[in-house]
C-alpha cells in the first residue's frame, strides 16, 4: 500500500511538473512575439526571449496563418515551433522517467510477493513432510488447491459443569461453565501456554499447544470431581482456548489428509476421522463436545466408559474414505458457513469405552479422542 502510494506520488509529481512548463503565466505567448514585432524589436531580440524564457506558443495551422497576417518573421515562426518541439520532448522524457520509476517499483513489489507466497508455500511442505514424518503423532493436513498446509493440533481442556449436556449452544452460555474455563485460561496462561490479547484474559490469543500433559490443567477442577465422587452426574465439557483458529479457508468444502497410524496404545481401525463445528463462548474458548459422566468415571484407570455414546458434538456432513490402516481422505460434502470447524478423531463404534485417566492425563485413547485440528471458514 505504502509503495502504490509512492507510485502515485511519483506520477503525479511529473505530470504536475509537465503541467507547470505548460502554463505559467509569465510565459512567451503568440500574442507576446506579435506586439514585440509590431513594437519593433529586431529578430535577434525576440530570438533571445524566445530561448530564455519559458514559451506557451500554438502553433497550429491557423496560428500559423496569423503570425505570418501579422508580420512575423519566417526565422522567429521557425524558432517558436523549435520551442514548442523541445517543451514536447522535455515533458515525454519527464513522464517517460516516472513510468520507468513506477515500472521498477512494481516490480520490485511482485517479486517480494512472490518471496513472500513461495516461504509460505515452504513452510506449509515443510509441516506437512515434518507431521507426516512423525512416528505415534497423529496429524492433519488441509489441500489448498496445489498446496498442502499442516493444521495446528490444539490440547483439548475438559470442564465439568452442572449443567444439562443437551446442546454446546446451550452450554456456551452457561454461567458455571464460563467461570471454570477462566480458571483454565488461568492456568493455560500461567504454564506459557496462552497470551492475552488488546482486552486481557477476556482476549486471549492461543499459541502452539503441546499435545502431551493432563488434559485439565486446573488443578481445581480435579478437586472438584474427587469431591463429586459419590454424587450424582456431571457434564464434561470439551473446549479448546482462543476464539479463532489461525488457520482460515475461503473454500466451503475443504479437504483433508488424515494420519494416525502407528500411535501406541491404541488400535487404529477403531477410529475414523469426523468434521464438527465449534461453538464459540463468552469465555473465548470453543466447545468441541460434551457428555454427562459420574464423577468417579475420570478417575479410573478401567476402560469401562463409554463417554461417546451419549455424546454431544456438531457434525457436519463430510465422507471419509480409507486410504490405509490409520490414513484417510476427508472431504465436506455440504457448503460450510462462515465459523469455526475442526476435525477430531472419533470410535467407529459408539459403544467403544474409554478409561478416564487416559482421557484425563492425555494418553492412548484419550490422546487420540481429545486432539482437534481447527480451522475458519471465512
Excluded at 95 to 103: M, R, T, Y
Aim: aromatic share 6%; with cysteine.
Amino acid at each position: 500500500m505504502l509503495r502504490r502510494w509512492v507510485l502515485a506520488t511519483i506520477l503525479i509529481g511529473a505530470l504536475t511538473a509537465i503541467g507547470a512548463a505548460q502554463s505559467a503565466p509569465k510565459f512567451l505567448t503568440n500574442d507576446d512575439v506579435v506586439s514585440m514585432v509590431k513594437g519593433g524589436q529586431d529578430t535577434d531580440t525576440i530570438l533571445g526571449a524566445i530561448q530564455t524564457q519559458g514559451t506557451d506558443f500554438d502553433v497550429s495551422a491557423k496560428a500559423l496563418l496569423e503570425l505570418k497576417k501579422s508580420g512575423v518573421p519566417k526565422k522567429v515562426v521557425d524558432a517558436m515551433i523549435a520551442a514548442v518541439k523541445d517543451q514536447k520532448e522535455a515533458a515525454a522524457t519527464v513522464l517517460s522517467a516516472a513510468q520507468a520509476k513506477i515500472a521498477a517499483a512494481e516490480a520490485e513489489e511482485k517479486e517480494e510477493e512472490a518471496k513472500v507466497e513461495a516461504a509460505k508455500a515452504a513452510r506449509a511442505k515443510s509441516a506437512a513432510s515434518m507431521a507426516a514424518a512423525m512416528p505415534g503423532q497423529p496429524s492433519v493436513v488441509m489441500l489448498q488447491g496445489e498446496n498442502k498446509q499442516a493444521l495446528v493440533v490444539s490440547h483439548t481442556q475438559i470442564v465439568p459443569t452442572n449443567a444439562k449436556a443437551s446442546s454446546l449452544d446451550g452450554l456456551a452460555s452457561d454461567g458455571a461453565l464460563t467461570t471454570n474455563l477462566s480458571s483454565i485460561a488461568q492456568s493455560l496462561l500461567s504454564n506459557g501456554m496462552m497470551k492475552p490479547g488488546a482486552g486481557g484474559i477476556g482476549s486471549m490469543a492461543m499459541m502452539a499447544n503441546p499435545i502431551v500433559g493432563p488434559a485439565m490443567l486446573a488443578t481445581s477442577l480435579f478437586a472438584k470431581h474427587k469431591a463429586n465422587a459419590n454424587s450424582g452426574n456431571v457434564t464434561d465439557v470439551w473446549a479448546i482456548p482462543g476464539p479463532k483458529s489461525d488457520t482460515f479457508t475461503h473454500n466451503g468444502q475443504p479437504a483433508f489428509e488424515v494420519s494416525f497410524d502407528g500411535m501406541p496404545g491404541i488400535t487404529v481401525d477403531e477410529y475414523e476421522p469426523v468434521l464438527i463445528r465449534l461453538q464459540p463462548s463468552p469465555s473465548n474458548f470453543r466447545l468441541v463436545g460434551a457428555t454427562a459422566a459420574k464423577p468417579s468415571e475420570m478417575q479410573s484407570s478401567e476402560a469401562n466408559w463409554d463417554l461417546y455414546a451419549s455424546f454431544v458434538e456438531q457434525r457436519v456432513p463430510a465422507q471419509a474414505t480409507k486410504v490405509a490402516s490409520g490414513r484417510y481422505q476427508l472431504q465436506a460434502t455440504g457448503g460450510l458457513a462462515p465459523g469455526e470447524y475442526g476435525v477430531v478423531l472419533r470410535p467407529v463404534n459408539k459403544g467403544k469405552k474409554f478409561s478416564g485417566s487416559s482421557v484425563s492425563q492425555n494418553v492412548g485413547d484419550g490422546l487420540i479422542f481429545n486432539c482437534v485440528w481447527s480451522f475458519e471458514v471465512q
